[in-house]
């Protein structure tokens, strides 16, 4: 790549680094849930996961780490709306499950969560909002592709320049 490649790609990951954070802080202002908590409650809500999901197929799902999904989970534990109970197929492993609190809470924010939709998709119509997902999905491809930076001698010459 080139220096104008270079300055792009700079300014794409920095936006994408600011479009999260901005993420974060208003989905906590307009719905009261951090984004983790959000994405917990949606997946849990999901039609064939009313008896609940392996805490390991979560974790993949939502492509977040053991550590922060225990975390989220034991907040929304403590107000009652998510369940972990004993897997049926294994003892050591636990299903996580939205309860009947969790329901009625999700229920209770999807009219907040459609007006969020809409306000934080306001300047893009239908098409380039599907053009949107695509690129991103994309990128998320690439990145979970991505591999260590090569440090055997000799590798790094080899490294595509950017």
Do not use: C
């Not at 300055?7 to 920095?14: E, T």
């Not at 989905?27 to 951090?34: D, P, Q, R, Y």
């Not at 592709?145 to 490294?159: H, K, M, S």
């Amino acid at each position: 790549m080139d220096q104008d490649d270079k300055s792009v790609a700079n300014r794409l990951f920095f936006r994408l680094f600011q479009a999260s954070n901005i993420l974060q802080k208003q989905t906590v202002n307009a719905v009261g849930l951090t984004t983790v908590q959000w994405a917990v409650l949606g997946a849990l809500s999901r039609s064939g996961y009313e008896e609940g999901i392996a805490f390991h197929d979560l974790t993949e799902y939502l492509v977040v780490s053991r550590q922060n999904l225990d975390g989220v989970l034991k907040r929304l534990e403590r107000e009652g709306y998510v369940r972990r109970t004993p897997h049926p197929d294994d003892g050591r492993a636990r299903l996580i499950l939205l309860t009947p609190d969790g329901r009625d809470f999700w229920a209770s924010i999807q009219q907040k969560i459609r007006y969020f939709y809409t306000e934080g998709l306001k300047s893009m119509g239908f098409d380039e909002t599907v053009s949107l997902l695509h690129y991103l999905n994309k990128l998320q491809k690439d990145l979970e592709q991505i591999q260590p930076y090569p440090t055997e001698e000799g590798v790094e010459n080899n490294v595509p320049q950017l």
